[in-house]
């Protein structure tokens, strides 16, 4: 006999459980989430899960910051604890040279970000030097400071979420693939997996680095790719503080750094040699043998002091990327019922609960009314304006950080 579901969610991260949550809090109890393996398998088990405001577009600024309310206010709002720490976020580009047209850039972002409620300011330099005395910033004029930004604990997070999301009627069931989606005339109308048949009136999708063979089985091309991305915890040396650092995307210096407990930085680095597109089935989830010492090095420019930081532990996980780095969010194409909610190209994690709850709207009253999901649409890849940037103030990088801002 065939499990029967109003909704199917495919893909127990961060954005299967915030939808699944999301869902049952406008009333739609019937709802299954599928996980091939267990909770947080995927990129939400391995995120940074740093919480950046900092947008130049005002579709994800407004993710972000909406997002950002539930972080900070997990126990109120969706119960128990998502390891919110509220350091203080720092947010850099390159702003020396042909990158100088970036300064009045930062200016007009904030700008539009304080206009969404976003609690941001450009700081000088001297400022973050006084901030954080550890910092060197020669290479710096200017940085985004985003007072009441962080990071969460992913798996913390996507766990809470969950539990918040079986107490409102949704059933999460791990450990079950969805090996198939089925169609007839252009209405979903159930998914096949390694434990039977699951009819739904809507299937999502949300398989993160798995969706492109998922969805091309039904002939949806989605243009995204698994990218292998690594991380690095150290211990750090007594030159620096016990308490930490605030949170920076430095994506001048070509890192994203943040606390990872006490006396611990978790750090990644940008794009280059430690950025390839990898099989999803068949990737090495630990980290190279070279990597720690390259993230090291590279942090120490930021951080002199964390020269002398230890290796701990690393590991790689997988970005979504999409060609325009921005995610896809919304219907299926052409398909009555199929749901897309991916690519969100290794930033995904910080927008995870407003996701939800657009997606939650859109399926359940057939629109979001928190965003207009509009410029997040498969479509928009049909023709050549998604090269177009999402904004005049989009940033001149000059080093591949991975994505943009
Ligand atoms: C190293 C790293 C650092 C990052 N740092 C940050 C950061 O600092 N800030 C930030 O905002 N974002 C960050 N991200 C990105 C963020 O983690 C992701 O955008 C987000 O977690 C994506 O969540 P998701 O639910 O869409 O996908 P995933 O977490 O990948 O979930 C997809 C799930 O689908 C399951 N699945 C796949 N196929 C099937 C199937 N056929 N049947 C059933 N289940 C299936 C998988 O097992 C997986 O659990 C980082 C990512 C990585 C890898």
Not at 4 to 33: F, N, P, Q, W
Not at 193 to 222: H, K, M, Y
Not at 367 to 387: A, K
Request: include cysteine; glycine fraction near 12%.
């Amino acid at each position: 006999m065939a499990e029967r579901a109003e909704v199917v969610i495919v893909g127990g991260g961060i954005m299967g459980m915030s939808l699944a949550y999301s869902l049952t809090r406008l009333g739609v109890k019937d709802v299954v989430v599928l996980e091939r393996s267990s909770l947080a398998a995927g990129a939400s088990g391995r995120s940074g899960a740093l919480l950046r405001q900092h947008y130049s577009n005002v579709p994800e600024a407004t993710l972000a910051y909406l997002s950002l309310q539930t972080y900070a206010n997990w126990d109120d709002v969706i119960g128990g604890s998502c390891g919110f720490d509220k350091t203080g976020l720092i947010a850099t580009v390159a702003t020396r040279d042909e990158n100088c047209v970036n300064i009045e850039r930062m200016r007009r972002n904030i700008a539009m970000q304080n206009g969404i409620g976003i609690q941001s300011r450009i700081i000088t330099a001297d400022e973050l030097f006084e901030m954080q005395p550890f910092t060197n910033v020669d290479d710096l004029d200017v940085a985004a400071y985003e007072p009441e930004s962080g990071y969460v604990d992913s798996v913390a997070a996507t766990r809470s979420m969950a539990e918040a999301a079986a107490r409102g009627g949704a059933r999460v069931v791990e450990g079950c693939a969805v090996t198939g989606i089925n169609v007839a005339g252009d209405r979903v109308t159930a998914v096949e997996t390694s434990q039977g048949t699951f009819e739904a009136r809507n299937v999502v999708c949300a398989a993160g680095a798995w969706s492109t063979p998922l969805l091309a089985s039904i002939g949806i091309d989605v243009p995204v790719e698994a990218q292998r991305v690594q991380v690095a915890v150290l211990t750090r040396p007594l030159a620096m503080p016990p308490e930490g650092t605030m949170t920076y995307v430095d994506t001048a210096g070509g890192t994203f750094l943040r606390n990872f407990g006490p006396n611990r930085t978790l750090v990644g680095v940008g794009g280059g040699e430690f950025h390839d597109i990898v099989d999803p089935d068949d990737y090495d989830g630990r980290c190279d043998r070279g990597f720690p010492d390259v993230a090291i090095e590279y942090l120490s420019r930021r951080m002199p002091a964390m020269r002398d930081a230890a290796f701990l532990h690393g590991h790689a996980g997988l970005y979504d990327m999409t060609p325009d780095a921005h995610p896809i969010i919304g219907h299926g194409r052409g398909i009555d019922g199929l749901y897309l909610m991916l690519g969100f190209s290794g930033a995904g994690f910080k927008k995870g609960p407003a996701v939800g709850q657009c997606m939650a709207e859109l399926i359940a009253e057939g629109r979001s009314r928190t965003l207009d999901l509009g410029p997040f649409r498969l479509e928009r890849f049909d023709d050549d304006n998604w090269r177009l940037p999402w904004s005049p103030d989009e940033y001149s990088f000059s080093t591949d950080f991975g994505h943009g801002f």
